[in-house]
């Protein structure tokens, strides 16, 4: 049967906490890593905060790439005469 070890840590002054050793690796936290509470009824859990997806992803590469202001002017440029060409 395996012995549960109770952990501990103390707040700060500045209201921070520092998780000790023994749970970082468990959970696979390093620094700058984000951890998130969930507050159920019985236990509160702490865990890796999941990242949310990038609204913006899906969107990569859809335009082509420029290289300087001058270029993202010359294709808007395009862009707006073509708009005036169309005839409906």
Do not use: C
């Not at 209201?15 to 951890?35: A, M, N, S």
């Not at 905060?49 to 082509?64: I, S, T």
């Amino acid at each position: 049967m395996r012995v549960k070890m109770p952990f501990s840590s103390s707040i700060s002054s500045k209201r921070q906490i520092t998780i000790p050793l023994e749970i970082r690796q468990r959970l696979g936290l390093k620094e700058g890593d984000r951890v998130e509470f969930i507050v159920e009824q019985g236990p509160t859990i702490i865990r890796p905060a999941r990242r949310m997806e990038n609204p913006f992803q899906k969107y990569a590469g859809v335009l082509p790439a420029f290289s300087t202001n001058k270029e993202v002017n010359a294709w808007l440029r395009d862009l707006r005469d073509e708009g005036h060409e169309t005839e409906y």
